[in-house]
């Protein structure tokens, strides 16, 4: 089991999504949750009324997000952006974008996608501005299964694009605004 510890000095155009260092185990988690979620929502999609050139974007955003929750919780993607806070901040903002393709995807759900991706960038902002990292886990817990309950509210939301903002909560108020230190 050595071999899953062992760590790897990770490419400078990957740095954003693993840091500059991760284990094997970290990779091989990561991109198997990519693989095993992205799959499920492709599924999920398949018999929507998406063209294929959507259908190739909703991959891309389900590869982002689905491989975000787990790298988010890694010792190098952490480290990487606690000691990057202009990387930081970046990152916060880029997140603006997972949701406008949302709403590119599936403007039905246009009130569903804005109430989540609102609710989950204010609480991405209230997250960062507590110091405290104890504060920050319980604060982001709190934010977070809120933010899950409140998905659940919503109704005549596709499945797809409802398990797209729970993982959007999830990466962003969870697993990257608290720092795991």
Known sequence: MKTFDKKVNIPSYLHELHGKQSSIFDL?????????TTSIIIY???NLSLSTFKLFILGIVALDLSGGVVSNFT????????QNIKMRYFFIVLHVVQPLLLLWLFP??????????IYTLIAVIIIDSVEKHSR???LGSFLMVIGISIS??????????HLMLILF?????IA???KWK
């Open 28 to 36: 091989l988690v990561n991109y198997t949750t990519v693989i095993i």
């Open 44 to 46: 999920l999609a398949w």
């Open 75 to 82: 010792d190098g993607t952490n480290r990487y952006y606690i």
């Open 108 to 117: 039905e759900d246009l009130i569903e996608i804005l109430i989540i991706a």
């Open 136 to 138: 920050q886990r319980v």
């Open 152 to 161: 659940f509210l919503m109704d005549d939301i596709e499945a797809v694009v």
């Open 169 to 173: 909560i999830i990466k962003l108020i």
């Open 176 to 178: 990257f605004a608290v």
